[in-house]
């Protein structure tokens, strides 16, 4: 799951896959139940900031240095925890972003 504004050659789900399949379909589940009462806790206003969230370009940059270094076999093992852990973040955003959009949807259907 990668949030809308990011795009590189391998992350999210592509990424998590590398290193432990079964993991990452239940990492997503554990955090999208986990993050359930969080969403329906945004006021829409907040929903609408956190849908329209984009990382800031020298982050996207940094993002996609990381990316094309993977998919070349190139990082360092610093790298590839940093790679990580930004594909973490994005995963954690997604998610987040999915749960805020869903819920400016029903305000808008009342």
Do not use: H, W
């Not at 998590?16 to 139940?33: F, G, K, N, Q």
């Not at 094309?68 to 590839?80: I, S, V």
């Not at 990580?84 to 972003?97: G, P, S």
């Not at 869903?102 to 305000?107: D, E, G, Q, W």
């Amino acid at each position: 799951m990668i949030a809308p504004g990011f795009s590189f050659p391998l992350a999210g789900a592509a990424l998590a896959l590398l290193y432990c399949p079964p993991m990452y379909a239940l990492e997503t589940s554990v955090l999208d139940r986990l993050l359930d009462p969080l969403a329906r806790s945004l006021t829409p206003a907040a929903a609408r900031a956190l849908a329209e969230f984009r990382a800031d370009p020298a982050t996207q940059a940094r993002i996609a240095e990381l990316g094309d270094k993977c998919n070349e076999g190139r990082l360092t093992p610093a790298e590839r925890a940093e790679y990580e852990a930004y594909v973490r973040a994005i995963d954690l955003i997604a998610v987040l972003q999915s749960k805020a959009r869903r819920l400016l949807a029903k305000t808008r259907k009342r």
